[in-house]
């Protein structure tokens, strides 16, 4: 953190920061973070001060307009390497995370996404969320399946929406549907109030949030972001540029979504999942 300051007073919300594999595997795609970058980025924001919020804290914090040295940890996808790699360097400094998890994947491998690793990735279990739900650890909602659900037709993105919350509150309790992640960040007017019909009352998009409770803006962390602070809580020129380069690189996950779409109509869909495969773009 030497050399780095943060005019933390002129945040007037707390950021969100959103990582999705932590260490395992090398990968073709830019979702990684070693191990050993990510123990020293939360290594130095805990001796900088800063402070990881619950899911409510955060809230909270937006209504109060108080987020100095404070950020919402969140994951995408719920991979299991998080469990080895993530949570227990979090626990023994302190900080806890928000997980969003593709429901109908837990306990499964990432059949869902195009192959980046040699062999698939394997998902938490719902044991393993449970047991990290037991130390303080959130989670909520990533859709179904992974599907970009502005793609989807109306049926489908309820569908998508609301199976996946009904898992999570089935399996832990009313927390468990108060927020989602937009799968690739996409959301529009449409999703974010087929969202709030739900029940969900926190909607989680790219780097360009419009503030709504349901569009709300987090930065991604990708395999570049290697320095102590991540770009998502600098607020200097640094911090800027790699805001734009997050949101260029998640604007690129058009391609994964047109990969996967040829995919669902080339391949044998499993039962598990048939009925929440949509063919529409």
Same mark, same amino acid.
């Given at each position: 953190?030497?050399?780095?300051?943060?005019?933390?007073?002129?945040?007037?919300?707390? !950021?969100?920061?959103?990582?999705?594999?932590?260490?395992? !595997?090398?990968?073709?795609?830019?979702?990684?973070? +070693?191990?050993?970058?990510?123990?020293?980025?939360?290594?130095?924001?805990?001796?900088?001060?800063?402070?990881?919020?619950?899911?409510?804290?955060?809230?909270?914090?937006?209504?109060?307009?108080?987020?100095?040295?404070?950020?919402?940890?969140?994951?995408?996808?719920?991979?299991?390497?998080?469990?080895?790699?993530?949570? !227990?360097?979090?626990?023994?400094?302190?900080?806890?995370?928000?997980?969003?998890?593709?429901?109908?994947?837990?306990?499964?491998?990432?059949?869902?996404?195009?192959?980046?690793?040699?062999?698939?990735?394997?998902?938490?279990?719902?044991?393993?969320?449970?047991?990290?739900?037991?130390?303080?650890?959130?989670?909520?909602?990533?859709?179904?399946?992974?599907?970009?659900?502005?793609?989807?037709?109306?049926?489908?993105?309820?569908?998508?929406?609301?199976?996946?919350?009904?898992?999570?509150?089935?399996?832990?309790?009313?927390?468990?549907?108060?927020?989602?992640?937009?799968?690739?960040?996409?959301?529009?007017?449409?999703?974010?109030?087929?969202?709030?019909?739900?029940?969900?009352?926190?909607?989680?998009?790219?780097?360009?949030?419009?503030?709504?409770?349901?569009?709300?803006?987090?930065?991604?962390?990708?395999?570049?972001?290697?320095?102590?602070?991540?770009?998502?809580?600098?607020?200097?020129?640094?911090?800027?540029?790699?805001?734009?380069?997050?949101?260029?690189?998640?604007?690129?996950?058009?391609?994964?979504?047109?990969?996967?779409?040829?995919?669902?109509?080339?391949?044998?869909?499993?039962?598990?999942?048939? +009925?929440?495969?949509?063919?529409?773009?």
């Amino acid at each position: 953190m030497r050399g780095v300051h943060l005019d933390v007073a002129a945040l007037t919300t707390a !950021p969100v920061l959103c990582y999705h594999r932590i260490g395992g !595997p090398l990968e073709l795609g830019v979702t990684r973070v +070693g191990r050993s970058v990510f123990a020293r980025q939360m290594t130095a924001l805990t001796r900088a001060g800063w402070r990881t919020l619950s899911l409510d804290e955060f809230a909270d914090a937006r209504t109060r307009h108080d987020a100095r040295r404070t950020f919402l940890l969140t994951f995408d996808d719920g991979y299991a390497s998080l469990a080895e790699h993530a949570y !227990p360097i979090l626990a023994d400094l302190g900080f806890t995370a928000t997980t969003f998890l593709i429901t109908d994947y837990v306990g499964k491998t990432n059949d869902w996404d195009v192959r980046y690793t040699w062999n698939r990735l394997d998902h938490l279990t719902w044991r393993q969320i449970e047991q990290w739900r037991a130390r303080g650890f959130q989670f909520a909602s990533h859709g179904a399946t992974h599907r970009r659900l502005t793609w989807l037709a109306d049926h489908d993105l309820a569908t998508e929406l609301g199976r996946a919350r009904a898992q999570l509150v089935e399996r832990l309790g009313p927390d468990g549907g108060t927020a989602i992640a937009y799968p690739f960040g996409a959301v529009d007017e449409r999703v974010a109030e087929c969202a709030r019909a739900a029940g969900y009352d926190l909607g989680f998009a790219g780097v360009k949030g419009n503030g709504d409770r349901l569009h709300l803006s987090r930065v991604p962390v990708y395999t570049w972001d290697v320095g102590d602070v991540p770009f998502g809580l600098r607020n200097d020129a640094l911090g800027v540029l790699g805001r734009v380069v997050a949101n260029a690189a998640n604007r690129c996950a058009i391609g994964t979504s047109i990969m996967q779409l040829a995919k669902r109509k080339t391949s044998p869909r499993p039962e598990s999942i048939a +009925g929440a495969v949509s063919t529409r773009a």
